[in-house]
């Protein structure tokens, strides 16, 4: 059976250290093609945002480099103790707390910044309606997540059905839930290529019980190419 990963304890476990995402942020050293990170990144930076909330931001990267380069003031929340010191290591203002449940005034934010972590909200509603909440008249979302097809080699590798199909917030469904909350809403895709070898395969495998089949994956012949397939969705409110 597939784990559901909008559930509130397995985003707990899951994220209760950097491990995980650590070994899986590893597939992608090797790529090609178009950089879903940057797209995200320009997608903020054209709208030249004065104060910026990141939900879900992990270890930070992005909130970094906008507090860096763009100078602007970025708040970021997350519901992990553990991303939540990593990030106040890196001196980014960082608060352990959930999305559904946004400790801000109405309005607060020109952009609000939301990276491969929609489809872990139990209420995906609840949460896209405190983030319209907390942006400004024609402030701007940037939620990142990706398509069914994305990594498929490594599925098929598994022999499983792609875990893509059952999330709330892909590429594919994406958009119809935004448009519930937002005036306009426009796409990129970025699309490309990894290269994993046997030990990048084995950890990936080993952050995820639904593939928990391919920590014993190998002797490989040749590393794995996987295709990769991401979307910044790009939405604003009226
Ligand atoms: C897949 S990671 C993405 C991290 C980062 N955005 C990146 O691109 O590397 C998902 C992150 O969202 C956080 N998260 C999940 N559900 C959340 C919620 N309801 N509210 C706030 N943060 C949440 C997790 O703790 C984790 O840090």
């Known amino acids: 059976m597939t784990q559901r990963i909008d559930e509130a304890g397995f985003v707990r476990a899951q994220y209760e250290s950097e491990d995980n995402l650590r070994a899986r942020k590893a597939a992608y050293v090797n790529a090609e093609g178009d950089d879903p990170r940057e797209f995200a990144f320009e997608a903020v930076a054209e709208v030249a945002p004065q104060r910026v909330l990141e939900v879900g931001g992990g270890e930070g990267e992005l909130a970094e480099r906008i507090r860096g380069e763009l100078g602007a003031e970025v708040i970021a929340m997350d519901q992990s103790e553990r991303m939540v010191e990593i990030q106040r290591s890196?001196?980014?203002?960082?608060?352990?707390?959930?999305?559904?449940?946004?400790?801000?005034a109405d309005g607060e934010f020109d952009v609000v910044l939301a990276a491969w972590m929609l489809y872990h909200v139990p209420d995906l509603d609840r949460g896209l309606a405190e983030i319209a909440r907390v942006l400004k008249p024609s402030g701007r979302l940037v939620a990142v997540t990706n398509a069914i097809d994305h990594l498929q080699e490594l599925w098929d590798l598994a022999g499983?059905?792609?875990?893509?199909?059952?999330?709330?917030?892909?590429?594919?469904?994406g958009e119809e839930s935004l448009r519930r909350h937002f005036a306009s809403v426009t796409r990129r895709e970025a699309h490309g290529w990894a290269t994993m070898d046997e030990e990048a395969?084995?950890?990936?495998?080993?952050?995820?019980?639904?593939?928990?089949?391919?920590?014993?994956?190998?002797?490989?012949?040749?590393p794995l190419r996987v295709r990769r397939h991401s979307t910044i969705f790009v939405a604003e409110t009226a």
């Open 201 to 222: 395969v084995r950890r990936f495998g080993a952050s995820w019980a639904d593939l928990a089949s391919l920590v014993t994956a190998g002797p490989f012949a040749e």
């Open 160 to 173: 499983r059905v792609t875990a893509l199909q059952k999330f709330t917030f892909r590429s594919e469904n």
């Open 90 to 104: 890196k001196g980014i203002d960082a608060r352990v707390g959930d999305v559904q449940t946004l400790p801000f």
